[in-house]
């Protein structure tokens, strides 16, 4: 028999009605007659009022066995309730236990982050990581729909490749039968084939990096949304970034309020998020930089510490644009005006997250492009289908890479990418 069972997110469609929810207990607390379930279906969260006079005797017996993580089937007649947090209540008249549980192992408690990242299966139960991990499918679906909304049509680049797009450090290494093959890094270069095909694209999937780097905002595994849209110029593309950047924040705003304000966050620093944001020069950044006591040459490139001070000028984001040649990725448009300055922004997120955004217009003089693959090291033979797309028809072109969980981390306010992702890759950790 069907169970015919409610949402906890739609109970405000049966208010003064008996429904049916499958359920966790997430915690109680029992004052004699009466006792109080939280009560929790991954859609959101309810309180349960069991009154010892008012059920049956079983009902009364039955809820006082359960523990934390138990599940069941809890029947009751919604209340509005204005004392409670999503605005209203059970009044539980059944309840059909699934299964008991002992010794949680996430008990309300404070844990330390190893113990809590070695239960990561369990963790992403507890209200916070719900909040986080629904906001992170909030921005996936904000990033399709602005995609969709212009015409972008969605590609998805290889995972597994023979060469590297984002320097040769940082790749990790596989067997391909006889062949080496590496985990994509980027799937760029292939967008830009794609953008040849279909005008306008995006991806969005996995990207890997095999850094040894063991900071707040690196992951091994990540995912990136990277568009590649023909006939852009460098200035088309800051355009089309700082709208996409806005569009989701706006988005979460809208859909995401209790998600935010579980997590505590200050939502006013997410409300003045509108295009179009301040640009600085690399030039700019560097003499900010030293004239605020930093140790910085022009030709270096920013850590941490020096995004975060540039940042912290400004309530939104920030592109630092035309870096150094030599600093930046092979296929990069120098500035015709200035070739020793690429045609490039990443984009600084506010609050000291950091660069969400690594983007340019891409080259597409076939010799310069060749010569760059000399002074990079790079072998011809295995780029010569990149090279093909400046051989037949090449146009000006652009694009851009939004690393999914910085962007996270910064709506979310969090202090560390590794709550952004339901299952965390980081240096040392490859489990669960
Ligand atoms: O700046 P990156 O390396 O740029 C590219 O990969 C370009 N091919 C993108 C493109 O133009 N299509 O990476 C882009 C973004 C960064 O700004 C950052 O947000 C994120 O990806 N990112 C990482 N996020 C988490 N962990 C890491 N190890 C990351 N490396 C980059
Ligand atoms: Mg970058």
């Known amino acids: ?47 349960g009022v069991v009154v010892k006079n008012e059920v049956d005797e079983q009902v009364w017996e039955d809820t006082g066995k359960l523990a934390q993580e138990s599940s069941l089937y809890i029947t009751g007649v919604v209340r509005e309730d204005a004392r409670s947090k999503g605005g209203y209540e059970l009044t539980v008249t059944g309840v059909e236990i699934i299964q008991l549980t002992s010794d949680y192992p996430i008990t309300p408690k404070e844990h330390g982050v190893d113990f809590l990242m070695d239960h990561r299966h369990l963790w992403i139960r507890s209200p916070r990581q719900r909040a986080i991990l629904v906001i992170r499918a909030q921005i996936i679906r904000a990033v399709q729909q602005f995609f969709d909304e212009r015409g972008f049509h969605l590609v998805d680049p290889p995972i597994l490749t023979p060469s590297s797009a984002e320097g040769t450090t940082s790749l990790f290494h596989t067997k391909y ?66 709208q996409f950047v806005a569009y989701i924040v706006k988005s979460v705003l809208e859909h995401c309020r209790r998600e935010l304000e579980v997590l505590g966050r200050d939502v006013s620093r997410l409300e003045g998020i509108e295009a179009p944001f301040p640009r600085i020069t690399y030039d700019e950044a560097v003499k900010f930089l ?30 630092i644009t035309h870096y150094p040649t030599d600093i930046k990725a092979f296929y990069m448009k ?99």
């Open 334 to 432: 120098p500035d015709p005006a200035r070739p020793e300055v690429v045609l490039c922004a990443d984009l600084i997120a506010p609050e000291g997250y950091g660069e969400i955004i690594g983007g340019s217009q891409r080259i597409d003089d076939p010799e310069l492009l060749e010569q760059r693959f000399q002074q990079h090291e790079l072998s011809k033979e295995a780029y010569q289908w990149y090279l093909d797309l400046r051989k037949y028809g090449s146009v000006p072109h652009s694009g851009f890479g939004l690393g999914l969980e910085r962007t996270v981390a910064w709506i979310c306010g969090l202090d560390h990418v590794r709550e952004t992702i339901p299952f965390p890759r980081l240096l040392y950790r490859l489990y669960p």
């Open 290 to 319: 030293q004239e605020n006591g930093h140790e910085i040459q022009w030709g270096e490139d920013f850590g941490a510490p020096h995004e975060t001070a540039i940042a912290q000028q400004y309530h939104k984001p920030v592109f």
């Open 177 to 242: 039968f006889d062949e080496d093959a590496f985990l994509t890094q980027s799937g760029q270069l292939y967008m830009e084939a794609a953008a040849m095909a279909l005008g306008r694209v995006y991806s969005f999937g996995p990207t890997f990096r095999a850094e040894k780097s063991k900071t707040r905002r690196h992951l091994i595994e990540f995912w990136m949304i990277e568009p590649e849209m023909a006939f852009f110029t460098h200035e088309e593309n800051l355009e089309i970034q700082e």
């Open 1 to 47: 028999m069907s169970r015919n069972l409610c949402m906890i997110r739609d109970v405000d469609q049966h208010v003064n009605e008996t429904v049916t929810i499958g359920c966790w207990l997430h915690n109680s607390r029992s004052s004699g007659k009466i006792r109080f379930l939280q009560l929790r279906d991954g859609s959101g969260f309810i309180q």
